[in-house]
């Protein structure tokens, strides 16, 4: 189970380029375990997205402990990664197939001015948000449905339809938090429901506008995709 | 009223070499009320330190609403420093002179691996401290003494006595939150305090010790002094 701040890095999965937290992982694993390593996350995060816990299946021929791994990987990873628990795991278990669905949160910084503390971890939204009106909009989204309308590009992903099995907005202070489950999340999901949500919190739109870009399958009618640094994978649930 | 992170920051004092807040806010406020401009701040807070709520005075003949003075400061000034809040103050106010007092927060993350969220934010201390010793530890600095044993370096400040208003310890899930107010500080003082107080939460001295070193005035029975990225200026009483 990994933990890490996004700021740095180009997202989960390993690509040309920047880093990306696969990349370091599978490089360090390696060292450690030989180059037979297979490393499988169970959330391709975008970049500058963090997560407070990503299960992530390491496959090796090492025998080494995983407590062992634990440690010798938090001791050559950078400090905003790291490995906060390691076990064994059954034969076959695969993170990305074993995932039954994964929760995200979104912090909104949501004071008249930002908060210097959250810059790196919240979106700021100068105008109070109507959290009641927002509740009711998202409402729509809950359940199995088709999410075309909100995802980043079409045809990339093969099926669209997801099951939402939670979303909810958690106002604190000047702070607003909006949490999803999903069995599984289309590219940018996430954000751009995220984003559509505030255009109903700022009045800009209706409560009902939500139910009818979802129902219309149109990226082009949804809300701004919200910025990568308010979103934290929360959990994978196996 | 000012809020920043302290990561990049030389400290709130004006200096010669890396930039601080004191500096920086001054070179802004120049540029909009001109050369004639007087910024004071209560609290000193050293290299790396946040600050939630620092009370700043700005003296000038300028006339600008303190309204138009924020929202211009803040299109100006870098992300990490924030003006909260502004307000036109008595005659004669000075935010070092006028502060009755401050309170300080400095923030352990006590897990068995460190939270990357918390990297900038917190001190990580892997092994449990043990909450209750270290509330009785710290009891014995309560009250009006000579804190010369948690001080920086002897004879900067001139009377080493200051009044601990309240001290506490808050543990919450896997972080422990150390609250100070009193009246004034010395240099490192809260730091010093919180590397003793791990020192006893971690069972290598006894709680009675902490009482022991207040009344040596030595600062080298003291402990570590608790590295600045965990402590957070919360608010200056006036």
Redesign the interface.
């Known amino acids: 189970v990994l ?3 996004g700021t740095a890095y180009a997202g989960w999965q390993r690509q040309p380029g920047p880093p990306t937290v696969q990349s370091l992982l599978l490089r360090e694993t390696r060292r450690l375990c030989g180059p037979d390593v297979r490393v499988v996350g169970a959330s391709r995060t975008d970049a500058g997205v ?1 997560a ?1 816990r990503q299960t992530v299946s390491v496959q090796t021929t090492s025998g080494l402990a995983p407590e062992v791994l ?1 440690r010798a990987l ?1 001791a050559s990873l950078p ?7 390691a076990c064994e795991a059954g034969t076959g278990f695969d993170a990305r197939r074993c995932a039954r669905g994964k929760r995200y949160a979104y912090l909104i910084d949501n ?1 008249p ?5 959250l ?1 790196r ?1 919240a979106w700021h939204i100068r105008r109070p948000l109507d959290i009641a009106t927002m509740r009711d909009g998202l409402a729509a989204l809950r359940g199995r449905h088709d999410f075309s309308a909100f995802r980043a590009a079409a045809g990339r992903e093969a099926p669209p339809v997801c099951t939402v099995r939670a979303l909810h907005v958690f106002p604190r202070k000047q702070r607003v938090i909006i949490l999803v489950s999903a069995d599984r999340y289309l590219h940018h999901m996430v954000r751009t429901i995220v984003g559509s949500a505030v255009d109903i919190g700022q009045g800009r739109r209706p409560a009902a506008w939500l139910g009818d870009v979802l129902r219309a399958r149109d990226r082009t009618l949804a809300g701004m995709t919200a910025p990568a640094r308010g979103l934290f994978l929360v959990r994978v649930v196996n």
Do not use: K
């Not at 001015?113 to 503390?117: E, F, H, K, S």
């Open positions: 933990s890490w701040d963090h407070l634990l938090n400090r905003d990664i790291r490995v906060i628990g004071g001015v930002a908060t210097p503390l810059e971890y």
